[in-house]
């Protein structure tokens, strides 16, 4: 099984946490994502928000 990711943003802050099946999401750990000067990480994961943002359409 391919596990399943979960990014959550509030704002500026990101967690970010993985699960497959050895491992159920309410027992699988979120890691804060710091954006650092050289990282690629928070900033990819920013941008994947922003275009998904950007694409949506609001349905409520």
Do not use: C, N
Request: avoid cysteine; proline fraction near 5%.
């Amino acid at each position: 099984m391919v596990p399943t990711w979960r990014v959550i943003r509030t704002d500026s802050i990101m967690f970010v946490g993985a699960f497959d099946a050895g491992r159920e999401g309410h027992e699988s750990a979120l890691y804060k994502v710091m954006e650092t000067p050289h990282g690629p990480l928070f900033r990819g994961f920013r941008r994947m928000f922003q275009t998904v943002i950007d694409g949506a359409e609001r349905v409520i």
